[in-house]
């Protein structure tokens, strides 16, 4: 739901963020074939997490054919890598088959330090041939 997010003047430097909130969420995509049943397999993130990267949660959300919502389900968390990045390859569920469009979000447990940073995110998906 886009008016559930917290929008925030944008910062230069570099700050820690304390609590549990999502610090990350995309919209949902459709992979330019909106009509078409995918099967959803893998996200790779490269991250590095400073000391909390374990603080950062994974989690998917997704569209069905028949319009209704996966919902927002965990996906894996991420591990702490101090000041190198790291390649996580995290298996999605089997509720990610058979969807029209899904999305990531980032959810933070017990505050993230400043380290904390993403490269690169690629979703892994094949198309449905009958949809």
Do not use: C, H
Not at 18 to 46: A, C, E, V, W
Not at 83 to 93: E, I, N, R, Y
Request: hydrophobic letters at 30%.
């Amino acid at each position: 739901d886009p008016n559930s997010i917290n929008r925030t003047k944008w910062n230069p430097s570099e700050s820690s963020i304390s609590g549990s909130p999502t610090i990350f969420k995309t919209k949902l995509y459709d992979m330019d074939t909106p009509n078409t049943s995918k099967n959803f397999n893998t996200i790779y993130i490269n991250y590095k997490g400073g000391t909390n990267g374990a603080n950062v949660t994974m989690k998917g959300f997704g569209t069905r054919k028949d319009n209704t919502d996966l919902g927002v389900t965990t996906i894996g968390a991420l591990e702490s890598t101090g000041s190198t990045f790291k390649t996580a390859k995290l298996p999605l569920p089997s509720s990610f088959k058979n969807l029209l469009s899904m999305g990531i979000q980032l959810d933070v447990t017990n505050g993230l330090n400043v380290g904390f940073e993403i490269n690169d995110i690629q979703i892994v998906y094949r198309t449905k041939v009958n949809s």
